[in-house]
């Protein structure tokens, strides 16, 4: 990819910074070749990569480096866009919001700095993926299983930080951040929580501050970089139990919702529940063109005909419970019972007891994987996805209501639809999957327009996104929309104070610094 | 056609999540799936020097998709079935065929469901021996 500057920056500032971050981190941690910045930029862009270009990247090895080269990029006016391990697949992969800005690579910052398999956590640097924390675990035969999301190949800090969610009952990550290290726009570092005092023996135990607790500024933030942070993790449990229905019609997400709902608030349940569409099984099993031949989206007729000849429930509900094995037993029968009053069938149940192996496949038992990502197999040809991603309340009202909002908008742009709920608590996240093969640019058009229309039909309804890719971060900031924008203008007034030069990552989650706020109508997909 | 719709019901199987090895696995339906394949450790000093160990580093590095049941191999024994290979030729490690050139670009340049991956993902020097140790071509 063609160079693109930083806003303001001229070629020979650029090639000054460039060779200060070098004397930093070592001439072969910069990064700045056409393929280098190909290789930062988001295979599945819904349109030209060339929208959200990088214009270099840097890799420092250590927090004191990241310090060397935030001071650096303030003295040089060049944003940097700092990524973990870059894999945030469906959200923009590792490229930046604004064009030119730099990405300050963490990926060599991978040591587990900590583990404590007592109280069950570790600390962690950003550069640390889930396989090697997996690994870790392994090697130190820790009694620990983490949560892991879709995507096993990201960096666990990365994943949290941005909000991600897996299926343990450990699946909400953010919430099992404690105690950050966090290097400020000004090259400052600061701890969060208890970790505020120097050697603080519960810096990562205690989940809020003395005073105000700052740990959630730097989630989904462009306030700071993440240097270092306490991950909880769950105790192995004793047994585990799998209870999985086959749901046969789409309406009954209702009475699912309804049950599972009241369970999982009660804590009778505790993991976040996955509850896929028939699609989500069937894009594993071949292509599109295998199933339905047509570009038109796949008719309900031929849906029947498929759950038929798969064996399918439109819904495929898995309930897994954790622990000793007569309090999984006791608490399998109340999961049995709300479901015997609405389904004759009852749930096949697999049981897993220490010593055995777990099912690399399965996200409910904590096992990394990047296997849920052949799904992009599905369209063929260099096939990609977008996660349109509204939280709604977890009763069969608001699900059913923005099930068939949806339902109908994607219907209208012809598209297959493809729905899952994860039931987190009091909450459901609504995750539509459009799947689409980026060499069809008519498609990716249709795509674009689809989720367009999603976004601002679902804010109308009083629904919004928890997550979006680049391309829709500031539309999607901009349905926060109380009280003229209140949150945007306090995030705004944060941002300035901390960063009058805008230096990390503006735009991010469509918070500018003022610096940059003129770049702000640029880059939207 | 019917390898391949096989690898599709292995796959099945394995989504639905079964903690355990289906019993029909035994009866002849699909082989259970092998458990966690641990990747090598990643070795210590300079990621930029020349001469590191390519079957290391590519269980390291290429190791999340690319061993036994991972992301990559599960698409490539699909593509290689299609094409009237034998299963075993997913996995990298069993292709005859490849050569240092071939793996480098695909590496860089990314190939259908594969990202390109950056010089921090593997540097140039880490490359060069995975790339040696898989090309098996004229050796």
Redesign the interface.
């Known amino acids: 990819m063609k160079l693109t500057l930083p806003p303001r920056v001229s070629p020979m500032q650029f090639d000054a910074a460039l060779k200060a971050f070098a004397g930093v981190v070592g001439k072969g941690w910069v990064l700045s070749s056409d393929e280098d910045r190909d290789a930062y930029s988001d295979i599945y862009a819904p349109g030209p990569e060339t929208l959200w270009p990088a214009s270099a990247a840097v890799a420092p090895a250590s927090a004191e480096e990241v310090q060397a080269i935030v001071r650096l990029a303030n003295q040089f006016k060049t944003p940097l866009w700092p990524v973990s391990r870059g894999k945030n697949l469906g959200y923009g992969q590792a490229a930046p919001r604004m064009a030119g800005s730099i990405v300050l690579d963490l990926g060599r910052m991978n040591k587990v700095l900590e583990l404590d398999p007592e109280l069950g956590y570790c600390v962690i640097e950003p550069g640390v993926g889930f396989f090697d924390l997996y690994e870790h675990l392994a090697r130190e035969k820790a009694p620990l299983w983490m949560s892991v999301p879709g995507n096993g190949w990201g960096s666990v800090l990365g994943n949290a930080l941005d909000h991600g969610i897996g299926y343990t009952p450990y699946g909400l990550h953010a919430r099992n951040l404690c105690g950050l290290e966090v290097v400020m726009p000004d090259g400052d570092m600061m701890r969060t929580g208890m970790a505020a005092m120097a050697n603080n023996k519960a810096s990562h135990l205690f989940p809020m501050s003395y005073g105000p607790d700052w740990t959630h500024m730097f989630t989904q933030s462009n306030m700071g970089v993440v240097t270092k942070a306490g991950v909880f993790l769950q105790p192995e449990p004793e047994t585990s139990l799998e209870l999985s229905f086959d749901i046969p019609n789409e309406e009954d997400i209702g009475w699912v919702i309804d049950i599972i709902a009241p369970m999982k608030i009660a804590g009778l349940i505790d993991q976040n529940v996955f509850i896929p569409s028939w699609l989500g099984k069937i894009v594993l099993l071949g292509q599109r063109k295998d199933f339905w031949d047509k570009a038109s989206a796949i008719p309900d007729w031929r849906v029947k005909e498929l759950l038929k000849e798969h064996k399918l429930g439109y819904w495929k509900v898995q309930i897994r419970l954790y622990g000793d094995e007569n309090v999984n037993k006791a608490k399998a029968e109340v999961v049995k019972a709300a479901f015997k009053k609405h389904l004759d069938t009852p749930p096949h149940e697999v049981w897993w007891r220490q010593g055995e192996d777990r099912n690399i496949y399965d996200l409910t038992v904590g096992v990394p994987t990047a296997v849920p990502l052949q799904m992009g197999d599905w369209v063929g040809g260099r096939s990609a996805h977008l996660g349109f991603s509204p939280v709604v309340p977890a009763t069969s009202k608001h699900v059913m209501d923005q099930l068939k909002r949806s339902r109908k908008i994607i219907a209208d742009h012809d598209v297959d639809f493809y729905a899952s709920f994860t039931i987190g608590g009091r909450f459901a996240n609504n995750i539509n999957m459009l799947m689409y093969d980026r060499d069809k640019p008519e498609q990716v058009e249709s795509m674009k327009k689809l989720f367009s229309a999603l976004v601002t039909e679902s804010a109308k309804a009083g629904y919004a996104e928890y997550r979006t890719h680049l391309g829709w971060m500031d539309a999607v900031a901009d349905t926060f929309d109380f009280n003229n924008h209140a949150q945007r203008r306090m995030n705004e007034k944060v941002k300035d104070a901390l960063d009058p030069n805008g230096i990390i990552a503006p735009g991010k989650q469509g918070v500018w610094p003022s610096v940059y706020r003129d770049q702000s109508k640029e880059g939207r997909a | 056609m019917k390898r391949?719709a096989l690898l599709?019901?292995l796959?099945?199987a394995?989504?639905?999540?079964?903690?355990?090895p289906a019993p029909e696995a035994a009866k002849g339906g699909p082989p259970p799936?092998?458990?966690?394949?641990?990747?090598a450790?990643a070795p210590t000093g300079d990621?930029?020097a020349a001469g590191g160990d390519g079957a290391k580093l590519y269980s390291v590095h290429c190791?999340?998709?690319h061993l036994p049941?991972?992301?990559g191999t599960?698409?490539l024994t699909?593509q290689r079935m299609m094409m009237g290979e034998p299963p075993e030729n997913g996995l990298l490690t069993n292709r005859k065929d490849l050569t240092a050139d071939y793996i480098k670009s695909v590496v860089?340049?990314?190939k259908?469901?594969m990202?390109?991956?950056?010089?921090?993902?593997i540097?140039d020097a880490e490359l060069d021996a995975v790339a040696d140790y898989l090309a098996k071509a004229g050796k």
């Open positions: 391949v599709g019901l796959l099945l394995a989504c639905n999540k079964t903690s355990a799936l092998p458990p966690y394949q641990m990747r450790e990621r930029l190791g999340y998709c049941a991972g992301m599960n698409l699909k860089r340049m990314g259908v469901a990202p390109r991956q950056t010089r921090v993902d540097t």
